[in-house]
């Protein structure tokens, strides 16, 4: 069973950055596909960003040219750095892979880590 470990939420002033990590464990291979989603209270969980280990990105339009997402595909982790946050990026962001990621599915989910950015 693949289990999801996120780190580095946190509170952070508009404009700020973080950054958010997620290992997988319990894989024998490489995880095709990692990404992030998140949800915001009272909101639907979206789609955020995702990577396949071919090198392949996808990112949500609302967080285009802010947002980053990388992997190490050796270590099946896969990184999100958001720059210039907003307060409606306020959200519990999930870590999730598989092997393909749709707008709401993924075969494995993490806990989840909360990202609050004060105005």
């Known amino acids: 069973q693949v289990q999801l470990v996120e780190s580095g939420g946190g509170f952070v002033q508009t404009g700020g950055s973080l950054r958010l990590s997620c290992t997988a464990s319990g894989s024998r291979f490489s995880i095709n596909a990692m990404g992030w989603y998140r949800q915001a209270p009272g909101k639907q969980r979206e789609f955020v960003a995702g990577a396949t280990s071919g090198g392949s990105r996808d990112y949500a339009d609302s967080v285009k040219g802010r947002f980053t997402i990388s992997r190490d595909n050796a270590k099946n982790t896969v990184f999100l750095q958001m720059n210039s946050l907003k307060p409606g990026d306020t959200a519990v962001y999930y870590c999730?892979?598989?092997?393909?990621?749709?707008?709401?599915?993924?075969?494995?989910w993490g806990q989840g880590t909360q990202v609050t950015v004060s105005s």
């Open positions: 999730a892979a598989g092997n393909a990621l749709s707008s709401t599915y993924a075969a494995y």
